[in-house]
Nanobody
Framework: QVHLVESGGDSVRSGDTLKVSCVVS????????MAWFRQVPGNEREGVAA???????KYADSVKGHITISKDAAKNTLYLQIYGVGPADIGMYYC???????????????????WGQGTQVTVSS
């Protein structure tokens, strides 16, 4: 059973850099297709970034050049780094995973069947 636990969400100043983490247990991250999603109240959960088995990544157009997804196989951990945090970055960030050796790099929620509990990012001026 894949278990995901996010952390690192915080209230940060506008313009700061923030890195959130997702620790994976129950499965090796090298054989998982993984992604980060963001959700604000009243809106659907939206895909932010996805990463495949060989480090290939994909980003939503709205965050290209602003966010980096990465993973550390030794720590079995997924990361999302947000540069120059702003109001558009506010939300609950969820880590998602699906088991597979071929990753479609999807930013759709239906592509993932394992989810963490989320970590909240807020921005102060």
């Amino acid at each position: 059973q894949v278990h995901l636990v996010e952390s690192g969400g915080d209230s940060v100043r506008s313009g700061d850099t923030l890195k959130v983490s997702c620790v994976v247990s129950g499965y090796t991250i090298s054989h998982l297709c993984m992604a980060w999603f963001r959700q604000v109240p009243g809106n659907e959960r939206e895909g932010v970034a996805a990463i495949g088995n060989y480090g290939v990544d994909k980003y939503a157009d709205s965050v290209k050049g602003h966010i980096t997804i990465s993973k550390d196989a030794a720590k079995n951990t997924l990361y999302l780094q947000i540069y120059g945090v702003g109001p558009a970055d506010i939300g609950m960030y969820y880590c998602a995973a699906s088991i597979g050796d071929f990753c479609p790099m999807s930013l759709e929620t239906a592509a993932y069947n394992h989810w963490g509990q989320g970590t909240q990012v807020t921005v102060s001026s």
